[in-house]
Every structure is written in structure tokens, then in C-alpha cells.
């Protein structure tokens, strides 16, 4: 197979293969590790990769931080809290090492990737022994052989935009899977960081896709969730371009249970995907549609490049081809300049739709982006009645919205015990719902079929039907 230029090569490949290798023979290398995550789904799978290394290297998960040589964080920054989050706990770890002092720290992830970051870390955080950006994920094996040999703070973040294949992944759940079909971003929405922190656009090639969902299905999986910061677009660049509803239709095709993907934008979202959802048999009926505002002006400010009619026209076609299809959303509160008035266009947008659930968040600046240097700052107490405003909003409605799967026949993928009670299990229906339902732990990881009894707390709770 003709790989691009994008592609780690083979040899750099190897050479990390080789410092996993060289690491599992140390003698004086950690035991056990623990791998804490923050952020999206993109982190919570490079995550999985890391302790994929981890393994290779001769080391066994521990149950907690406290417990472990070695811990990683991978970090978000998307907004500011989860930034601030993310180096508290860090800087808990270091107290930790005052008792341990053999305790190794390392830090990756997305907030690396900041402009300035790096010289932060090496000033303020010195106790850090290895940070790594997103761009050097692969090269983790090779970063941490230096590290163990010098123990004198390494940080390295800048790295081509590259695709790395075959990079051992220890997966949390056998039953569903991540699956990356492309990695970074090009649409720079004027209020986000993650263009800058993962990179310009890349999509993996289809036939790579196509082997390791294979290698998933012989494995067992139930569920693969397609992963990309904007799936619509995915295939440019490609040697022969192929859509993404072209891809879908290909997965489709294997038989595979089911099938979800995050995350869509409207402006790339075609009917062809639409028809490929109506026309396939294993694509779940749900659609996360991220909205962030439903005012034209603030949409144009935030680089959106949709209106909200355009968005109100995705929804309805949606709907039309793929009926009772579960929606979810994302809404920024607060954005530079927003007023009462645009705020409530947000509101009466959500009042139209009637999502399933919704995502909400505080407009938090970030430093580099176009809108962090826009007039017109929103001051927090406005923010934190807007936001709760929507939430009352959303919840109210939600109640509704899922009052329509009520004596509705559902197939639930199950997670596990429910937290309230030991004899009901809980997991996603086909339209994305969590649904609760009698059963014990042995369900785990199985699909139950289950009819809907009632809404509860923004849940479903289902009773058993007959397997057939
Ligand atoms: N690629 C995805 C989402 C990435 S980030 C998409 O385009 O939808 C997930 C969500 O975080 C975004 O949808 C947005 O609602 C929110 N978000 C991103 N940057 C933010 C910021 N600076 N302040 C508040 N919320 C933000
Ligand atoms: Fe951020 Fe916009 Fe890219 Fe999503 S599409 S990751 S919100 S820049
Ligand atoms: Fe956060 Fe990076 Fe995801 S900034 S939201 S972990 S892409």
C-alpha cells in the first residue's frame, strides 16, 4: 500500500519498538503505571495508547495514582477549568514524592501543546520528568528511554503533523472501540484551541480504517465509535479521496453491531451521509450536531460558517430520512459581545429542536485564538445565569423529548452494574440514551433487548424482553 509523506515512517516505527524493547530490560525501571485522562474522546483513546506502550515496556496498570512508579497525565485545554484541573493534580503528585521519592511524573496531552507551555513547565514545574505534546505521541517508547537514562527533566513538544499506525493500544472496554479516522482540526472556530494543539487536518487511509475495525470484529467488539474532530470532512488529502459517507457505507458493510461517530460539523454535514444512515443497518439512529449559538451574528463571529436556519434545515433532514433519530448538541454561553437578545436566539433554538441532551459551557478564553482578543468579555455572574438559565431549559424539555421512547422497543449495549442498584445493569440505546434495566454484571459488554417503561432523571429505564 502507497503511504503519503504524512505517514512516521517504517524505521521510526521501529526505533521505537526497540526503545520499548530496551526499556522492558532495565533494571531499575518503574514496575507499574497509571494513566490519568482529562478531555474529549481523542484523549481518552491516546490514553489507551499510552498504556499500550506502558505494556510493552514491561510494566502492569495500578489501580490508583498513589500506587503507581509511573503517572501520566494527559491533559485538555480546551477551557480553562480543565487546564486548571489538570495541573492541580499534578502539582498534588509532586507532594506525593516526598514519601516516594522513585515516583516518576510525566505530562502530555493538549495543554502541552500551548504556545509557552513548554517554557512553563521547565520554570515552574520542575519536578516534571518527561512532557510530550500530541505531535510526539508516537515517539513516547524513545522519549522515555531518554528520560529514565537522564532523570533531568525532559520536554519535548514540537513534531511534525503526522498519522503514526500500529501503535499497541490497551483498550478499556472489550466491548466497544475507538476508532480514529482522522486527527486534527482546520476549521479555527474563532473561540477554539484544538487547531493549534492537534494540528492541521490528516485522515487515515480508508484501508488502515478497514483493517483495524476488522481486527476489532474478529476480536469481538460490539461497537466501534469513529473518532475525529470533524468526521464530515474526512478524506481529503487521500490518494484516491473517499467521503465519509463512503467510508460509512464500506463499515457498514462488514456487520459490525453498531456503529457511532463523533464528532459532525453542520456545515460539512451532506445528505449523501444522510442517505448512508438511512440506507445502513448498523448505523446508530443518534447524531451529536454541535450548535454552539443560535444567533446568525454570533455563529458568523465564531467562524462557524452556517446560519441558523442552514443548521434548523441539517436537523429537519436528519429527522425526515432517519425518524426518532437521537440528537445531541454543544452550546457555548457568553461568547465576546453575546447580548440578551442573541442569548435568548440560543434558547428559543433549543426550545425548537428538542435535543436528547445538550452540552453546555461558559465561553472560557483561550489564549492564541481570534475571539480571546475580541471586545466585549462577558462578566462571569451574567455568564452563570445564562448558563443556568439554558440548563433549566434543556432538562425541562429533555424530560419531553424522551417521553417518545416509551413503550418503545430498544437495544441497549450494557456497561455494567447500575450505580443505584445491584440487580439492574445500565448502557447506551441505539439512539444514545443511557437506559436502565433489570439484569447482573454477567450482561456486561452484551445487547439486551428491552422495552421502554418510563423517563427517569433525564434516563430510560427499560424491562426485559425475550432475546431473539
Ligand atoms: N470538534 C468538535 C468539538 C471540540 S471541543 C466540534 O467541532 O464540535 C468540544 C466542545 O467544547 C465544543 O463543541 C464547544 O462547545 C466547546 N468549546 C470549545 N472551545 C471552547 C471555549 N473556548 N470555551 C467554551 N467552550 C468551548
Ligand atoms: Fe474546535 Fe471548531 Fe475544530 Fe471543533 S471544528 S475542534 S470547535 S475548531
Ligand atoms: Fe481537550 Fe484536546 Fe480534546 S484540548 S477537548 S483533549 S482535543
Not at 455572574?381 to 413503550?407: C, D, N, P, W
Request: with cysteine; net charge neutral; charged share 25%.
Amino acid at each position: 500500500m502507497e503511504r503519503t509523506a504524512i505517514h512516521v515512517s517504517s524505521e521510526e516505527m521501529a526505533r521505537q519498538r526497540a526503545a520499548m524493547a530496551e526499556i522492558r530490560d532495565l533494571p531499575q525501571r518503574p514496575e507499574s503505571y497509571h494513566v490519568v485522562t482529562y478531555g474529549c474522546q481523542m484523549n481518552a483513546h491516546d490514553s489507551e495508547k499510552l498504556a499500550g506502550m506502558l505494556e510493552e515496556m514491561g510494566m502492569r496498570p495500578a489501580p490508583t495514582r498513589e500506587e503507581a512508579d509511573f503517572v501520566i497525565f494527559n491533559t485538555c485545554c480546551v477551557r480553562d477549568n480543565a487546564e486548571r484541573r489538570a495541573l492541580g493534580n499534578v502539582t498534588w503528585l509532586k507532594e506525593v514524592r516526598k514519601t516516594r521519592p522513585n515516583l516518576m511524573i510525566a505530562v502530555c496531552g493538549c495543554m502541552i501543546q500551548e504556545p509557552g507551555m513548554a517554557e512553563k513547565i521547565l520554570k515552574q514545574y520542575r519536578f516534571i520528568d518527561l512532557a510530550f505534546g500530541t505531535a510526539n505521541l508516537h515517539r513516547f517508547p524513545e522519549l522515555m528511554l531518554e528520560a529514565l537514562n537522564s532523570r533531568a527533566g525532559l520536554v519535548r513538544v514540537t513534531g511534525e503533523d503526522v498519522i503514526a499506525e500500529d501503535l499497541p493500544v490497551r483498550r478499556v472496554r472489550q466491548d466497544a472501540a475507538y476508532l480514529t479516522i482522522m486527527y486534527g482540526c482546520d476549521n479555527f472556530c474563532s473561540f477554539c484551541i484544538v487547531p493549534y494543539v492537534r494540528g492541521r487536518e490528516r485522515s487515515r487511509e480508508p484501508s488502515d480504517i478497514l483493517r483495524e475495525a476488522e481486527a476489532l470484529q474478529k476480536s469481538g467488539v460490539q461497537e466501534i465509535m469513529l473518532l475525529g474532530q470533524n468526521v464530515n470532512s474526512y478524506g481529503k488529502g487521500l490518494a484516491q479521496p473517499v467521503s465519509f459517507a463512503g467510508l460509512l457505507r464500506e463499515l457498514d458493510g462488514m456487520g459490525i453491531p453498531r456503529i457511532r461517530f463523533m464528532t459532525s460539523h453542520p456545515k460539512d454535514l451532506s445528505d449523501d451521509l444522510i442517505e448512508a444512515m438511512a440506507g445502513s443497518r448498523h448505523i446508530l439512529p443518534q447524531f451529536h450536531l454541535p450548535v454552539q449559538s443560535g444567533n446568525d451574528e454570533i455563529l458568523r463571529r465564531m467562524n462557524r460558517h452556517y446560519t441558523r436556519d442552514q443548521y434548523l434545515d441539517r436537523v429537519a433532514a436528519l429527522r425526515r430520512a432517519v425518524p426518532g433519530i437521537g440528537l445531541s448538541t454543544d452550546i457555548i454561553v457568553s461568547f465576546p459581545g453575546e447580548t440578551e437578545a442573541q442569548f435568548e436566539d440560543t434558547l428559543s433554538l433549543v426550545e425548537q429542536v428538542r435535543y436528547d441532551s445538550a452540552f453546555t459551557f461558559i465561553y472560557s478564553p483561550r489564549t492564541g485564538t481570534r475571539a480571546a482578543a475580541m471586545e466585549g468579555q462577558i462578566p462571569e455572574e451574567v455568564s452563570k445565569e445564562r448558563i443556568q438559565r439554558l440548563i433549566a431549559l434543556q432538562e425541562g424539555l429533555q424530560q419531553e423529548t424522551l417521553r417518545r421512547f416509551v413503550g418503545q422497543e430498544e437495544e441497549v449495549l450494557v456497561e455494567g452494574l447500575s450505580r443505584r442498584s445491584d440487580r439492574a445493569v445500565s448502557g447506551k440505546g441505539r439512539h444514545g440514551v443511557s437506559v436502565t434495566l433489570p439484569g447482573t454484571a454477567s450482561d456486561t459488554g452484551t445487547i439486551v433487548r428491552c422495552r421502554i417503561t418510563k423517563v427517569k432523571n433525564n434516563t430510560l429505564m427499560g424491562e426485559r424482553l425475550e432475546q431473539s
